[in-house]
């Protein structure tokens, strides 16, 4: 089993930074897949950037250029630098795990809220 547990999130102006971690116990990081998705009231979830186990990584238009995924294996421990924020940004942000070769995200974190003002 995968526990997964975000960290980072808050409020902050629009053009700011912020930095989420997600801690990952139970099993080896660098056996999954990684990806940090969002969602916004009212809205359904989105996928916003992901990572595979082999160092791939792929985002959403919306944050291409701003947004960064990266993972520290040796700490466990998957990473999303988020630049330049936006009011439209402003969600629940969740980290999930997912096995090699698999599709879905089998694991999920509890989210971290991330609020950006105008």
């Known amino acids: 089993q995968v526990q997964l547990v975000e960290s980072g999130g808050g409020l902050v102006q629009g053009g700011g930074s912020l930095r989420l971690s997600c801690a990952v116990s139970g099993r080896t990081l660098s056996d999954y897949g990684m990806g940090w998705f969002r969602q916004a009231p009212g809205k359904e979830r989105e996928a916003v950037a992901l990572?595979?186990?082999?160092?791939?990584?792929s985002y959403a238009d919306s944050v291409k250029g701003r947004f960064t995924i990266s993972r520290d294996n040796a700490k466990n421990t998957v990473y999303l630098q988020m630049n330049s924020l936006k009011p439209e940004d402003t969600a629940r942000y969740f980290c999930?795990?997912?096995?090699?070769?698999?599709?879905?995200?089998?694991?999920w974190g509890q989210g971290t809220q991330v609020t950006v003002s105008s």
């Open positions: 999930a795990a997912r096995g090699v070769g698999q599709g879905r995200f089998d694991f």
């Open positions: 990572s595979s186990s082999g160092g791939r990584t």
